[in-house]
C-alpha cells in the first residue's frame, strides 16, 4: 500500500477516506447484498456503505492494525475481521459469505499511522524502527534492514520507492549496519541525509515507503487479494480498488483486464486466450476532484479503477 509522499504531513485524524462517493457509486449497492471493505481503517468507506444497505444487507470489514479496531461501528450488519485482507477467502468462506456482491480496497496508509510516532512509519518523530502494520508479525524494518543483502535492499529502494540512488543508498546502509546497527529512526536518517538527492523530506519518504511496504509484504497481499477474488465475487458483482503507488496500480490493471498478474497463456492449438473473469467498468482510472484535492491534498496520486465479474 503506497501513499503521497507528503502523507504524513496532512493532518490529524485517522484516515480520510479518499475518493468517497466515488468509491460507493462504483461499488452500486444493494440493499440486500454482501460486501467487503478490505481495508477498514477509519471506517469512512464502510459507513457509506451501511448506509446504503437495507437491515438485510451485509458488510465483512477487514483491517490487520490493531489501532484500527477502535474505529469499529456498532452495527448488526457489520463483522469486523482483525486481519489482513489476503485472507479474505479463508473467512468469508468461514462465516457463509460467499458469493459477495462486492469488494473494495483503499489501498492508503491511515494517517493515524503517520501520526502515531511510536510506530516507526513517521520521520517526524525518533522511534524504534517498527513499520509493522500488524503488530502481531515478528519482523520489524530494523530486523528487515539487519537481515536482507545489498542487491534485496537496491532492488526495493529502486522498485518500491522509486529513490534514484538506490544502488549508492544500499551499499552506505550496509556499511553503517556493519558498524553499528540501524535500530531506530534516527540511525536510519543519519545515513540517508547525506545521500539526499532533491527535496529531503521528499527523499526521505520514499525511502520509508519502500522499506513499509518490504517489512508489510504489500504487494503480495495485493497478489493474493486479487487471485481469489474470480471465486468470491459472483456474476455482475463490482470490485472497485483505490491505489497510491504505481506497481499496485499497474497490478490492479492487468488484474482487471485478465483475471491474472501475468500474460495470459495462449492456447497452443488454436491461438486463442481464456476470456477474462472480469469487465474493467470506467476505460481509464478515475482521480480525485479539484475539490477534493484542495481540501485533502494527500489524494492527489490516488487512482480508482472499477470492474465488474461476468
Given amino acids: 500500500m503506497g501513499e503521497h509522499p507528503d502523507a504524513e504531513l496532512l493532518g490529524n485524524s485517522y484516515h480520510v477516506s479518499v475518493m468517497l462517493a466515488e468509491a460507493v457509486e462504483a461499488l ?3 440493499a440486500d447484498g454482501v460486501y467487503v471493505d478490505a481495508t477498514f481503517g477509519g471506517g469512512g468507506h464502510s459507513r457509506a456503505i451501511l448506509e446504503r444497505l437495507g437491515p438485510s444487507g451485509r458488510l ?10 477502535r474505529n469499529k461501528i456498532e452495527d448488526t450488519r457489520l463483522r469486523f475481521i482483525p486481519e489482513n485482507f489476503r485472507h479474505i477467502g479463508r473467512f468469508l468462506r468461514v462465516y457463509g459469505m460467499v458469493p459477495v456482491d462486492g469488494v473494495l480496497a483503499d489501498l492508503g496508509v491511515s494517517s493515524h499511522q503517520f501520526d502515531e510516532g511510536t510506530r516507526g512509519f513517521s520521520i517526524r518523530t525518533d522511534a524504534p524502527l517498527d513499520m509493522r502494520m500488524d503488530r502481531r508479525q515478528e519482523r520489524t524494518a530494523a530486523d528487515w534492514l539487519r537481515e536482507c543483502s545489498e542487491a534485496a535492499l537496491q532492488d526495493i529502494l529502486s522498485r518500491y520507492g522509486e529513490v534514484r540512488n538506490a544502488k549508492s543508498l544500499a551499499k552506505a546502509l550496509m556499511a553503517s549496519r556493519e558498524r553499528s546497527p540501524i535500530l531506530r529512526v534516527r540511525d536510519l536518517l543519519e545515513v540517508l541525509d ?5 527535496h529531503p523530506h521528499r527523499y526521505r519518504a520514499q525511502v520509508f515507503q519502500a522499506l513499509r511496504m518490504a517489512v508489510n509484504d504489500e504487494l503480495g497481499a495485493l497478489e493474493e487479494l486479487l487471485s481469489q477474488l474470480p471465486d468470491l465475487i459472483r456474476p455482475g458483482g463490482r470490485l472497485v480498488v483505490i491505489t497510491f503507488h504505481s506497481l499496485e496500480d499497474r ?6 483486464r485478465s483475471g491474472t498478474h501475468g500474460q495470459l497463456q495462449e492456447d497452443v492449438l488454436f491461438g486463442t486466450r481464456p476470456d477474462a473473469p472480469f469487465e474493467p467498468i470506467y ?3 478515475v482521480s480525485p476532484s479539484g475539490e477534493e484535492l484542495k481540501t485533502n491534498p494527500r489524494s ?6 472499477a470492474t465488474v465479474r461476468k
Fill in 283 to 285: 476505460r481509464k482510472p
Fill in 300 to 305: 492527489r496520486s490516488a487512482r480508482l479503477r
Fill in 60 to 69: 465483512v470489514a477487514f483491517d490487520q492494525d490493531e489501532d484500527a479496531q
Fill in 194 to 198: 547525506p545521500l539526499t538527492i532533491g
Fill in 28 to 30: 452500486d449497492v444493494r
Fill in 251 to 256: 497490478m490492479v490493471k492487468r488484474f482487471m
